[in-house]
């Protein structure tokens, strides 16, 4: 490999894609000269947009998509060099879509005239603060609290960065807010709190709890999050939903059913290894045991989880003395013996190729770390029935967007006390269901991202399932349902 190139294994992906303004001579092949020296760098060439032509030459944008920063620096040095060719500026398309941040508010009504404002505002406004002051219910119809959700995150567990803060955590939560208007039309709000202290992130939330419908917590360490979500379920009386939990577990659950239908295994039956034990690993096992899962080994950085090791936090025991029947003491690797599915929830080189190597027949590897799989999918193609990772450029991405969503859309649509296992197991057979089961297939065996079907299917049964649980305010009702009758002056 040219020491120009990417690295090896690793995809060019449009998250590290930049737009380079070149200057060039209009002669024959000098444009082919930079499309080659891109190439040979093992970027991903894309658009290409003339800017202007004139008697010093031609300008042009070029977009080009690379596997990380320093790859695409070495791919603008290569232009760079030719002969020729000047480079006028590098704009990152990923900063750019960031600039000013990615959300705002925007009011639902014009306030043109004094009616207008009289009514949004004051006075007519204190008629209404009053009406909510006699009957509270009345603020999921008459604010913003029965559509919007907090996003809430202390930044000590941001995708793979860790602890970078909350002002570091912004992005991914904007990003967040984003998705849940997008696909469920829920408005929701990025909160990101300048403390990591328990009893300190429970009176925060406590306290702003009475604006939103529902309290999304997101990337809080464990473990941590294990108690803030409990404290907080006990408290407030409406969901609370840590989607790097949950979500997880719920979209990796609607992989795993489809993915078992396609190689014709049943639950009850198979063996299933789950590599990482944080809380997302945990959440993904209790589901998975929840459907019927019985032959479950759970790993941590010290190998598999036993009654027997003397280092487990109470999480892990309680996980150890449900799992691993057959008391089996060694790395990810030696569990995955005979193996037929392997869930990596934890980071790349976890388990490896050669272990896969040593698993049943028609195995099935969700290898879920981000950016880095646990293990690369080109290594093992030929080696398992089904592949599937976190990333959007192999097939069968395992992404939380399908999930959460719809549950809080659902969770608004009755006005739901709270999140319970019903709704959660529904949600999944509701993803899985989308496709259906004659489309199935080795690299089908969870809906896209972009698949527009899937947070209507998922409001619907997890409305359904918090009926029946009796956690429900109302029964499910169309939107023109909320508009209250006029008040008496």
Not at 188 to 201: H, Q
Not at 203 to 216: D, K, L, M, Q, Y
Request: hydrophobic residues 45%; glycine residues 8%; charged residues 20%.
């Amino acid at each position: 490999m040219s020491s120009l190139q990417a690295p090896a294994g690793l995809q060019p992906s449009a998250s590290y894609s930049f737009t380079m303004r070149i200057e060039l001579r209009q002669v024959p092949g000098a444009f082919a000269a930079v499309a080659n020296a891109i190439g040979q760098a093992g970027a991903m060439l894309g658009a290409i947009d003339l800017v202007r032509v004139d008697q010093r030459g031609a300008t042009r944008d070029v977009t080009v998509a690379c596997v990380d920063a320093e790859h695409g620096q070495r791919v603008v040095n290569a232009v760079k060099a030719l002969e020729g060719v000047t480079v006028s500026s590098v704009s990152d398309r990923t900063f750019l879509m960031h600039k000013g941040g990615k959300i705002e508010i925007v009011g639902k009504v014009a306030i043109k005239t004094r009616d207008d404002l009289s009514m949004a505002y004051t006075p007519g406004v204190a008629r209404v603060s009053s009406a909510i002051h006699d009957d509270p219910d009345s603020a999921w119809t008459l604010t913003i609290k029965g559509n919007t959700i907090a996003v809430v995150s202390d930044g000590t567990a941001v995708l793979g960065l860790g602890n970078i803060g909350p002002e570091a955590a912004m992005p991914v939560m904007e990003g967040k807010a984003m998705l849940f208007k997008e696909l469920a039309g829920v408005d929701a709000f990025p909160l990101c709190l300048n403390t990591t202290d328990v009893d300190e992130i429970v009176r925060i939330v406590e306290g702003v709890a009475p604006t939103f419908g529902g309290i999304n917590l997101e990337d809080i360490a464990a473990p941590r999050c294990f108690e803030i979500e409990r404290r907080l379920k006990e408290s407030l009386d409406i969901p609370v939903f840590h989607d790097d939990q949950h979500g997880t577990a719920v979209v990796v659950l609607a992989a795993l059913l489809n993915a078992l239908k396609v190689v014709g295994k049943h639950a009850e039956d198979v063996h299933v290894v789950m590599v990482g034990a944080g809380a997302a690993g945990l959440a993904c096992a209790k589901i998975i045991l929840e459907n019927g899962v019985r032959d479950l080994i759970v790993c941590d950085i010290g190998g598999t989880l036993h009654p027997g090791r003397t280092d487990l936090t109470p999480e892990l025991a309680a996980m150890a003395a449900r799992t691993n029947q057959r008391g089996l003491v060694g790395s990810p690797d030696d569990a995955l013996k005979g193996a037929d599915v392997v869930i990596g929830v934890s980071g790349p080189g976890a388990f490896t190729a050669a272990g896969v190597r040593t698993m049943a027949s028609d195995a099935i590897v969700f290898a879920m770390a981000n950016p880095t799989p646990e293990v690369q999918p080109e290594e093992i193609w030929d080696d398992v029935a089904i592949m599937a990772t976190g990333r959007s450029d192999y097939p069968n991405q395992i992404n939380n967007v399908l999930a959460f969503p719809g549950i809080f859309r659902g969770a608004l649509d009755v006005r739901s006390r709270g999140i319970d296992e019903a709704m959660k197991l529904a949600a999944a057979h509701a993803i899985s269901s989308v496709i259906p089961e004659s489309d199935l297939g080795p690299e089908y065996i969870i809906p896209s991202v972009f698949n527009r079907a899937v947070a209507p299917a998922v409001a619907e049964a997890v409305a359904k399932a918090a009926i029946e649980s009796g956690i429900a305010r109302r029964d499910r009702a169309p939107r023109q349902a909320d508009v209250p009758e006029a008040f008496a002056p």
